[in-house]
């Protein structure tokens, strides 16, 4: 598994490298398909902010949906260990709901078939799950003012909404941008008080509409 470590704003000190490489061998343990770890350290330069001054972001990348988790602290050291507590967690959660499909997929299987024509139990082959492909942040200036926009380009295959809550959990988000597969148009899924969530679907329709006005 390859490990990248980036710095935002700041250089990163091989000490930093060598330590990140030792703490996320737990990642290969809960995650061995994983083909990278992007590590991403940024330093906050306001003195107001000296609480949570660095920030560092993990993302692992898999065949499957991207799982990002995030924390700030006084020094990227406690950051990482904050933020790698998260990243655990998450890949046990995914661990365990792939698991649960794969068991229920099985059972399923099992009773559509004749109990005589059942075969041999096989070795389990995990099924190949959708990629998803994180694009590259491009920031710009909104013109003379102070204010950075970063922009992500993503890649959006039709998911119910219960699976763009589910992705929107493992990155850690407050909202998530998909297509819905029922309705086939462009949605966002977000966070509202404790488990409750909301989902917002733009009128193709309307759009269409209000283009041919113009």
């Not at 990348?61 to 933020?83: N, S, V």
């Amino acid at each position: 598994m390859e490990i990248v470590v980036v710095g935002r704003h700041t250089e990163v000190a091989d000490r930093f490298r060598n330590h990140v490489q030792d703490k996320l061998t737990k990642v290969t343990q809960l995650a061995p398909a994983a083909q990278r770890v992007d590590v991403e350290v940024t330093r906050e330069n306001n003195p107001r902010l000296a609480d949570v001054r660095e920030r560092v972001e993990l993302t692992v990348r898999a065949k499957g949906p991207i799982i990002r988790a995030e924390a700030a602290a006084d020094d990227r050291f406690g950051a990482l260990d904050i933020a790698l507590d998260k990243l655990i967690e998450r890949l046990r959660r995914h661990r365990d709901r792939r698991k649960d499909h794969r068991r229920t997929y099985v059972v399923a299987a099992a009773e559509a078939i004749p109990e005589d024509t059942v075969p041999e139990p096989q070795p389990e082959e995990e099924a190949p799950a959708p990629l998803e492909v994180d694009g590259d942040a491009v920031e710009r200036q909104l013109g003379d003012s102070p204010v950075v926009i970063r922009q992500k380009l993503h890649s959006a295959e039709p998911m119910t909404l219960d699976d763009a809550i589910y992705q929107m959990e493992l990155v850690g988000h407050d909202f998530f941008l998909f297509i819905d597969k029922e309705t086939t148009r462009p949605a966002v899924a977000y966070r509202r008080q404790g488990w409750t969530y909301g989902v917002i679907q733009l009128d193709a329709e309307c759009n269409r509409s209000v283009g041919s006005l113009a």
